[in-house]
């Protein structure tokens, strides 16, 4: 949900904006106060962004913004015309899981995963830039994102994994603590 | 056969007794001799790829064709009384379609008020709108004028206890007007027998569950069929209530909850939104939606209700307790029901003598609900705490006092189906290195070197144990269809909240199928077509659908064999099914030769076209000659900053016995949160009310301290596989609630070791300890 309530008697005008979404151009016409959040899961249906808090406090609304992650629920979607906005369904595009999305199956590295596509978009922005990272790093990163069920462990886990399996390390050399 | 059976069960800790329809297998129960391919072995989620993709469809990722939004208004107020109601420029506004008011829903009908004009709590729902977006929805919202009445709110218990005039609800102050009171033995005798008595007052906060999916819910009219989306615990519960509310029959109501982002408690249902919903989509013949925000979430979906807990306990100088008297009040908010805090006291130990007397107050703040372990983890925190201030006093080790206590039978007399509590304890201290435990330290002489710049931070080892009663429950019912392709659909009316239910289900079946668990599909959280499932609460989804997967699976493989027998001209026992493949037994003679490594089931079915093989299961009655234990022993290392205060978790070991496990992964997952969970409400999880207004001050999770990321310590789980076969043919008791029980006190009793003082009020915050230590100095 949007911010502003102030009472109006005409609806705000609707514009047009082309969200540049997982490589694709979408043209949607919103209200200017919608957010990126909103624009995502409402106008474009793509609901694996979710929304847990709308305050930016939760983490589970993280999407990539030209490859950094931010709070979809904090930004306006009018604001981010044009730039390259990736979310967890260009993750997977092409039928295969990603090492992220894998290695979070395997780690056991959510419950309910409703935090689960936040924590992974957080992640694959750390990994592009260091794909090695220790789990102190990975925590560092990950901090903002909170999952209720408490499967932290799991995700620090996984992140570690996915970014070995990326990097071409089997598994040796992996770092420590 | 289907019988109609009366049967008793354990639920969170209170007696329950119901009437039930129960269909008996003869099923060989697994148990320790069971030689088990499937269950046992740690299997990834079977849904997994779809909650990491995002097309896992959450309630709150529902949007229909046409849909209208609603959104409630809500009292600023505590307490009040709404005047009157103003909606003509919440409609004057383009895009609203209808307003709500308390007049549109009249007292006594078969729907209970979603709307209130009697506020008992800031945030109870006074009128909502619906309009064509969210945004609008919530700009109308603010355009509601309510002219209240403000009253001054009820909100400390004491006061609650003298009042006579029924402020926070509107049949008194106290539930049920009275204390619950039980006992046994003489308790007077045995404090008089004691050697120690110690009496202390134990105090814990009111907890908000903040499950990361807000509650809500889709609700469509398609003639006079209803279809309720609902991020709920129970479908099959929200389909019953929802047909007796509108009276339509249980087949015409559809409840879909395929995933959900978490509950622990607080989402059963239906509640007042899923009511306005359904109202306003039968109104306006559009399918409605109301998800509420994390602000909404904070005030009025529930909570663990804060409580006042006086315990006094009496033991000889062995350690053997004489007598327990526990006097605990709970607030339960504006007519909600907490959980049963003198649980852990009546059946953890073996005490002769005791009394607990337990009240629900009602206060004027948000109603309390279940929370994973209602009641429990508030006891424990108590009883756990002074067990060891006991074993401290008497120089024992805490673990030979509770050795000591150990119930050999359940209090009421009843033996257990199995306790495993003393080798838990063993196996635990052995695992954690408990030996290297010295005595706590003297607090004067912590504040001293503190004082004088010599010790910056203390660490401390400190345990607890907790028990809780899951054996599951009937009715719980699953179909299992085998189809021609070699693979099986398991069809029940029960959900998966995020706890790992279809992939331990989907492992049973696998299991008495023979086939590989990839072969077999899970069909929860929706009723349409599907028989009754149990509601995921009281740590019994598991151990109440598991033994109904396992008889309708048998079931279907009877079928199948009976099929597989006539094409091979053998007799039915003769076919064995492994991994998929067909195996005849030795000895059997066929008409069709069988290769040394069997056929593929789907090979063998491909030319035979459709077939019709469903398998139905229910579950049998829990015995009541014994009681169940699930059981948690629970060590905690933590270290205490000297400067700042802040106790930090670095090492935690859980050892946990419920039963046969089914999925270690995901039972290890649920360890972890569930101590997670403990570790908040231990150190830093508290709403906090403005004393004078009853106003919750952090209803977000900015200030609502939940734990992150940096909060997890190095957890080790130890899970005792031991098949407890006398409660249910898979053996299983449940795990959702157990580890949450025992956390607060392993940690509060790890920061006296580490310290020499005693908090006894949750949570403990860097400003108690700071003020504990600068009390300590004074002394």
Known sequence: MAVGTAERTARPRKVPVTLLVNGEAREVWIEPRRTLLDALRVDLGLTGTKKGCDHGNCGACTVLVDGVPVYSCLELAIAREGQAIETIEGLSRGGGLHPLQKAFVEHDAFQCGYCTPGQIMAAKALIDRNPRPTPEEVRAALVGHLCRCGAYAGIVEAVVAAGLALSGDGGEGRPDA | ?779
């Open chain 2, 1 to 779: 056969m289907p019988r109609i059976v009366r049967t008793q069960y354990e639920y969170e800790g209170r007696m329950r007794e119901q009437i039930t329809v129960v269909e008996e297998d003869d099923l060989p129960r697994w148990g320790r001799e069971a030689k088990l391919a499937v269950v046992g072995r740690p299997h990834p989620r079977v849904d997994g790829h779809l909650r990491v993709t995002g097309a896992a469809r959450y309630t709150a990722d529902v949007y229909l064709p046409g849909m209208l939004y609603c959104k409630i208004v809500r009292s600023p107020h505590a307490r009040a009384r709404v005047l009157s109601i103003d909606a003509s420029r919440a409609l004057a506004l383009p895009g609203v379609r209808l307003v709500l008011t308390p007049d549109d829903f009249p007292e006594g009908g078969p729907v209970p008020p979603p709307l209130s004009r009697d506020v008992r709590f800031q945030g109870e729902e006074v009128a909502a709108v619906v309009a064509e977006d969210e945004e609008t929805a919530s700009d109308a919202a603010a355009l509601v004028e309510v002219e209240y009445e403000v009253l001054p709110p009820l909100l400390s218990w004491e006061k609650a206890l003298e009042s006579s005039e029924p402020v926070a609800t509107a049949r008194g102050n106290v539930h049920e007007g009275d204390p619950q009171v039980k006992e046994r033995g003489d308790p007077e005798r045995g404090f008089a027998e004691a050697d120690l008595v110690l009496e202390e007052t134990y105090t814990t906060q009111t907890e908000l569950h903040n499950a990361l999916e807000p509650h809500g819910a889709v609700a469509w009219w398609d003639g006079d069929r209803l279809h309720v989306w609902e991020s709920t615990q129970s479908v099959s519960g929200v389909r019953r209530s929802l047909a007796k509310a509108y009276g339509l029959p249980e087949e015409d109501v559809r409840v879909v909850c395929e995933f959900m982002g978490g509950g622990f408690g607080a989402k059963f249902g239906p509640y007042r939104y899923t009511h306005l919903a359904v109202f306003a989509a039968r109104r306006l013949g559009r399918p409605v939606r109301l998800v509420l925000d994390r602000h909404e979430e904070n005030l009025a979906t529930g909570n663990r209700p804060a409580t006042v807990q006086t315990l006094k306990i009496g033991a000889k100088r062995d350690g053997t307790l004489t007598a327990l008297e526990l006097t605990a009040v709970s607030l339960w908010g504006a007519g909600g029901q907490g959980g049963t805090v003198a649980g852990p006291a009546q059946v953890q130990y073996a005490c002769p003598n005791l009394r607990t007397t337990e009240y629900g107050v009602y206060v004027n703040a948000g109603p309390a609900s279940a929370f994973r372990a209602p009641g429990y983890p508030e006891g424990s925190f108590a009883l756990e705490s002074a067990l060891d201030e006991l074993a401290h006093r008497l120089g024992l080790d805490p673990i030979e006092v509770r050795r000591k206590n150990f119930p050999k039978e359940r209090p009421d007399g009843r033996p257990w189906s199995q306790n495993s509590f003393l080798e838990a304890y063993e196996v635990g201290a052995r695992a954690f290195g408990w030996d290297r435990r010295g005595p706590a330290p003297d607090p004067r002489e912590i504040a001293r070197r503190r004082e004088a710049g010599e010790l910056a931070v203390v660490r401390g080892l400190g345990m607890a144990a907790g028990m809780w009663g899951s054996a599951g429950w009937p009715p719980a019912y699953a179909w299992v269809q085998v189809h021609a392709d070699g693979t099986a659909t398991v069809t029940s009316g029960t959900q998966d909240i995020g706890t790992g239910t279809k992939t331990a289900l989907a492992l049973v079946a696998a299991e008495e199928l023979g086939l590989p668990v990839a072969a077999v599909h899970m069909r929860l959280g929706d009723t349409d077509m599907a028989p009754f499932g149990t509601g995921s609460g009281g740590s019994g989804t598991t151990s109440s659908m598991a033994p109904a997967v396992r008889a309708a699976a048998a079931d279907a493989r009877r079928q199948l064999a009976e099929l597989l027998a006539g094409y091979f001209e053998v007799r039915p026992e003769e076919i064995r099914i492994r991994e998929g493949r067909v195996h005849l037994a030795e000895g059997a003679r066929p008409s069709v030769a069988v290769p040394a490594g069997g056929v593929a089931l789907a090979e063998l079915l491909r030319d035979v076209g459709p077939i019709n093989v469903v398998g139905k299961g229910g579950r049998a009655p829990t015995p009541g000659d014994r009681a169940a234990a699930s059981v948690a022993v629970h060590f905690c290392e933590a270290a205490v900053d000297l400067e700042t205060g802040t106790v930090r978790v670095e090492r935690y070991l859980a050892v946990h016995e419920s039963g046969r496990v089914i999925n270690p992964l995901t039972m290890t997952s649920q360890i972890q949160g569930g101590i997670l969970f403990g570790l908040g409400y231990a150190l830093f999880e508290e709403r906090r009310l403005d004393p004078r207004h009853g106003w919750v001050l952090n209803a977000n999770l900015e200030s609502y301290k939940v734990a992150t990321h940096r909060d997890v310590p190095r957890i080790e789980t130890i899970l005792l596989d031991r098949p407890d076969d006398h409660l249910n043919n898979a053996a299983v008791k449940g795990i959702g609630e157990p580890p949450v029980i025992p956390v607060a006190a392993a940690v509060a009793n790890a920061v006296f070791h580490a310290t020499g003082l005693r908090f006894r009020d949750l949570p403990i915050t860097p400003a108690k300890v700071l003020a504990a230590l600068r009390e300590v100095a004074r002394r």
